[in-house]
């Protein structure tokens, strides 16, 4: 690590990244490239010996950014927005630069202490309660993703009610979840999924909730884990979280609430009212890099007991044996989580959060708001289309409606549009399901995106459609 030549190449390799953001409307938003593609570009094995940057760039000229799809393209608005800025940027810089790893407290101090701090002023943006900060049991963590932070309190939560139940209840146990939340939680255990209610926006129904566990209580089963969301990533369809809340607290399950997306809107007093009830929760995410201009990855976890967390996830081998932590002084996060190993990365939030403050990001996620209004009026201005769900946040779920009710061609003629406006490379978006229904997703969220690019992206959107009535 030669301090002149990362000098050097340093400030090459900024000024490549700031060309590119700058020329970034000049790419096709989603990659146009076949499967393979990059095979053939590339040799068959690793260089023997060093080649210049300069060849290395060209090579990202030429054969990488084909094949990159641009997720920072103020045209981009497929699946939830992965947000960058200078300020995340610097922040993930100088974690890079400084490289540590930190696993302990005494493995770096300030990784532990400036992540304990961040993720309270957080906490206190979301005027989350008292419990989940860290002056008592509770406290906050950064995960490199909102599904490994679901799995840590699902583990958590698996091993308190075995801690009770015995070891035998194992096969027993019983998670819940509206069918719409997140594929997360499906790759972190089998659920229970429970129909959302198709009209209210796809939340989760108590009643059926209430019923479920019950039924399931009469088999001899142990509910032990209810997974409610906050802007589900189909529909951004919010639970109501307090009725939800209730019923875990009286069956002592486990209430995690995610909001990967919306919680980020939730700093804005006018947005809070979507986590209303999180009170009842003992857990709650929320992802910084999906609309808090935090540069991937950046999960923020907050739980009310710590210690159930670190009592399923704390290991101590000799190796990692020190005065401060056997003392009980501090925070070791490695017991917050799967991996060992940790990068500095609330360094990218405080940087994020000093740089800005947090009125800009309040006004930055309005705009975002805003325009999706804007999205949404159009679309429902035009008789070929409908808006599907109530928009709350900056998604807006819309598809061409049907013709003679027919709704198998209706579902495959929105495909077909999908797959023009994605081709022509203008803008991307992406697709889901709701109640069998194939429906487009307009997510808006990219810190470059203006009015204009909404603007054009409906223009797009309306002349393939219009081609493809035409056909
Ligand atoms: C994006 C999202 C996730 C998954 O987030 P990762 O950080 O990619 O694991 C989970 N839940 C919801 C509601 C989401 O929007």
């Not at 808090?292 to 044996?321: G, R």
């Not at 049907?402 to 077909?416: G, Q, V």
């Not at 709701?434 to 909404?454: C, D, N, Y």
Request: aromatic share 10%.
């Amino acid at each position: 690590m030669d301090s002149e030549q990362l000098r050097e190449y340093g400030h090459r390799m900024v000024d490549f990244i700031a060309d590119y953001y700058k020329t970034i409307e000049t790419f096709p938003v989603r990659s146009q490239v076949q499967p393979g593609y990059l095979h053939n570009l590339l040799p068959d094995s690793a260089p023997d010996h060093p080649e210049t940057l300069e060849q290395v760039l060209d090579d990202v000229k030429v054969k990488i950014l084909p094949g990159v799809t641009h997720w920072q393209s103020p045209s981009f608005f497929a699946y939830y927005p992965s947000n960058s800025s200078v300020a995340g940027f610097l922040g993930e810089m100088l974690s890079t630069g400084l490289n540590v790893i930190g696993f302990s407290w005494v493995a770096s101090p300030a990784a532990t202490e400036l992540e304990i701090i961040v993720l309270d002023w957080l906490a206190k943006l979301l005027n989350l309660p008292e419990q989940f900060l860290s002056k008592g049991k509770g406290g906050g963590v950064i995960q490199g993703s909102a599904s490994e932070a679901i799995l840590v309190v699902m583990i958590a939560a698996r091993d308190k009610v075995l801690r009770t139940a015995g070891k035998n209840a194992l096969g027993k146990l019983v998670v819940y979840s509206s069918d719409q939340t997140h594929s997360a939680l499906q790759k972190a255990c089998q659920v229970k999924v429970l129909k959302a209610d198709t009209s209210t926006n796809f939340a989760l129904r108590p009643e059926l909730l209430q019923e479920a566990v019950s039924l399931d209580l009469e088999a001899g089963l142990f509910p032990f884990f209810l997974c409610g969301n906050v802007g589900t990533t189909s529909s951004t369809a919010v639970d109501p979280l307090a009725d939800l809340g209730k019923i875990a607290k009286s069956n002592e399950m486990w209430f995690h609430v995610d909001a990967a997306y919306a919680g980020n809107a939730c700093i804005c007093p006018e947005y809070r009212q979507y986590i209303d009830g999180v009170e009842t929760a003992d857990s709650f995410n929320m992802n910084a890099y999906k609309g808090l201009l935090t540069n991937f990855d950046c999960s923020l976890l907050w739980v009310k007991d710590q210690y159930a967390v670190t009592e399923a996830f704390s290991a101590n081998p000799e190796y990692l044996k020190n005065k401060a932590s056997e003392a009980n002084l501090v925070v070791d996060y490695k017991d917050w989580q799967i991996a060992l190993s940790r990068r500095f990365r609330s360094l990218k939030l405080w940087m994020v959060l000093r740089l800005y403050g947090a009125e800009t990001l309040k006004s930055y996620i309005r705009n975002h708001i805003k325009l999706a209004k804007v999205f949404e009026q159009l679309v429902s201005q035009d008789p070929n289309f409908d808006v599907i769900t109530p928009r709350i946040f900056s998604l807006v779920c819309f598809r061409m409606v049907p013709i003679d009710d027919d709704e198998k061609k209706c579902n495959s003629r929105n495909l077909e549009l999908l797959e023009a406006v994605n081709s022509s490379g203008k803008l991307f978006i992406s697709h889901t399901a709701l109640s069998g229904k194939m429906v487009l997703r307009f997510s808006i969220g990219a810190p470059l995106t203006e009015q204009k690019h909404v603007k054009e992206a409906w223009k797009v959107i309306r002349e393939e459609a219009s081609y493809l009535l035409g056909k």
